[in-house]
């Protein structure tokens, strides 16, 4: 099984901000099957990046994912209120699917 | 609009039984996998469970199988997961999801459905 480690644990950043998090895999990641998620308090999970660096329907430029093999990242350019979160990474590899822990975004 | 809605939580005792339900609307339900991801109270995202299209291929995580079993009706867009055999660390909000077909991504989510296993 795939293990995502996400980093850091916690972000404190100012709304305006630029937010970089990251998701490291434990061995490569198939054919870029790298996907993140936002989730509010109470709410259900938002496909935010899929295929690594693809936007999912909706989502504003400000969002942006980076990455392959082992290596990935999730890019907030600028920070607005709504967009303090926890931000999980997710695979996909051989019938089996993991996320990371999970980053909480918070504000400062 | 797209929409699934989750039913069937509940309170159950160790060792009990419980079958989820989810009702998919506004998309072509056969025509995707469909999933249940959980997240136990104060914690992370855990993939429980998979459905091919037609139904005839199933996954499960390491820590459901033998216990979990899912399925579906596609002539009633509906997904189902029964669970057997239920422990306290199964106590979870349970989401139905849809996949994104060829991303190996959930692009919809259900609101959820709250499972509590405790005596």
């Known amino acids: 099984e795939i293990v995502l480690t996400q980093s850091p644990g916690t972000l404190s950043l100012s709304p305006g901000e630029r937010a970089t998090l990251s998701c490291r895999a434990s061995?490569?990641?198939?054919?870029?099957?790298l996907a993140w998620y936002q989730q509010k308090p109470g709410q259900a999970p938002r496909l935010l990046i899929y295929g690594a660096s693809s936007r999912a329907t909706g989502i504003p430029d400000r969002f942006s994912g980076s990455g392959s093999g082992t290596d990935f990242t999730l890019t907030i350019s600028r920070l607005e209120p709504e967009d303090f979160a926890v931000y999980y990474c997710q695979q996909h590899g051989y019938s089996s699917y993991t996320f990371g822990q999970g980053t909480n975004l918070e504000i400062k | 609009e797209v929409q699934l809605v989750e039913s069937g939580g509940d309170l159950v005792q160790p060792g009990g039984s419980l079958r989820l339900s989810c009702a998919a609307s506004g998309f072509t339900f056969s025509s995707y996998w469909m999933h249940w991801v959980r997240q136990a109270p104060g914690k992370g995202l855990v993939w429980v469970s998979g459905?091919?299209?037609?139904?005839?291929?199933?996954y499960y995580a390491d820590s459901v199988k033998g216990r979990f079993t899912i399925s579906r009706d596609n002539a009633k867009n509906t997904l189902y997961l029964q669970m057997n055999s239920l422990r306290a660390e199964d106590t979870a909000v349970y989401y139905c999801?849809?996949?994104?077909?060829?991303?190996?991504?959930?692009?919809?989510w259900g609101q959820g459905t709250m499972v509590t296993v405790s005596s």
């Open positions: 061995q490569s990641v198939s054919n870029s099957h």
């Open positions: 459905v091919d299209s037609d139904g005839s291929g199933t």
């Open positions: 999801v849809k996949d994104l077909r060829g991303w190996g991504a959930f692009d919809i």
